[in-house]
T-cell receptor, first 115, second 115 residues
Framework: GAGVSQSPSNKVTEKGKDVELRCDPISGHTALYWYRQSLGQGLEFLIYFQGNSAPDKSGLPSDRFSAERTGGSVSTLTIQRTQQEDSAVYLC?????????????FGPGTRLLVL | AQSVSQHNHHVILSEAASLELGCNYSYGGTVNLFWYVQYPGQHLQLLLKYFSGDPLVKGIKGFEAEFIKSKFSFNLRKPSVQWSDTAEYFCASWRGTDSWGKLQFGAGTQVVVTP
C-alpha cells in the first residue's frame, strides 16, 4: 500500500546510549537500503539487503553500527554507544528487486540528535 | 574511487527562468545515472534516470538531463522553472557491477525559485 515508512521520525538521545531505527519497506520490495544524510552533506550509503542478507557491510561507519532484516521485510539499524558525530538524518529506501539501476523509493527519514 | 560532484550548492532564480544543474561523475565503467529531488517536507523521489540508449532523458515535471560520456557529465535542465520547483536536487551514480553495487550521491544543490 503506502510508501516506505520509518520510525521514530525524530530521536534525541544522550551520548553513549544505544538507539534503534526502524524501516518498513514497500510491501513486496525485496531490496532495502540505509543511507545517512549529515548536515550539508549528500547521502552516504551505509548498507543494503537482498532479502535478509547484507552482502556488503563496508559502508557502515564503525563497528558501533549494525543492521538486520527479518522476514524479508522490516529492517532495524542499531547504533551502539552513540556519539555526537552520529547526529544525522537516517534514510531508508527500498526497491522491487536488487538490480543495477533499479529505482529506489525513499522513506521520510529518522532525524537523530545525539547530545 | 568514484565520486559524484555537483557544481553548485545553492541556486536562486526567478520563476520562468531556465535551470541547469551540473553533475559530473568519475567512474569509467558502466554508468547508470540518476537525479533525485527532495521537495520541502517530502521524501526523496526520482526525477529521471539514464540507463542506456538515448543520452537525452526526460523525467517528470518537465525536467530533462543529458548524458555526455566524453565529459562525464549528466546535467539537469528545465527550460522554465516554477515556484514549486524549489527543492534540493541530488545527482547519483550507480557504482558497481551486476552482482554488487550501490548508489553514490552528490552533495546536493538547493534550488530556490522566487515568485
Amino acid at each position: 500500500g503506502a510508501g516506505v515508512s520509518q520510525s521514530p521520525s525524530n530521536k534525541v538521545t544522550e551520548k553513549g546510549k544505544d538507539v534503534e531505527l526502524r524501516c518498513d519497506p514497500i510491501s513486496g520490495h525485496t531490496a532495502l537500503y540505509w543511507y545517512r544524510q549529515s548536515l550539508g552533506q549528500g547521502l552516504e550509503f551505509l548498507i543494503y539487503f537482498q532479502g535478509n542478507s547484507a552482502p556488503d557491510k563496508s559502508g557502515l561507519p564503525s563497528d558501533r553500527f549494525s543492521a538486520e532484516r527479518t522476514g524479508g521485510s522490516v529492517s532495524t539499524l542499531t547504533i551502539q554507544r552513540t556519539q555526537q558525530e552520529d547526529s544525522a538524518v537516517y534514510l531508508c529506501a527500498s526497491s522491487l528487486v536488487w538490480v543495477r539501476g533499479e529505482t529506489q523509493y525513499f522513506g521520510p527519514g529518522t532525524r537523530l540528535l545525539v547530545l | 574511487a568514484q565520486s559524484v560532484s555537483q557544481h553548485n550548492h545553492h541556486v536562486i532564480l526567478s520563476e520562468a527562468a531556465s535551470l541547469e544543474l551540473g553533475c559530473n561523475y568519475s567512474y569509467g565503467g558502466t554508468v547508470n545515472l540518476f537525479w533525485y529531488v527532495q521537495y520541502p517536507g517530502q521524501h526523496l523521489q526520482l526525477l529521471l534516470k539514464y540507463f542506456s540508449g538515448d543520452p537525452l532523458v526526460k523525467g517528470i515535471k518537465g525536467f530533462e538531463a543529458e548524458f555526455i560520456k566524453s565529459k562525464f557529465s549528466f546535467n539537469l535542465r528545465k527550460p522554465s522553472v516554477q515556484w514549486s520547483d524549489t527543492a534540493e536536487y541530488f545527482c547519483a551514480s550507480w557504482r558497481g557491477t551486476d552482482s554488487w553495487g550501490k548508489l553514490q550521491f552528490g552533495a546536493g544543490t538547493q534550488v530556490v525559485v522566487t515568485p
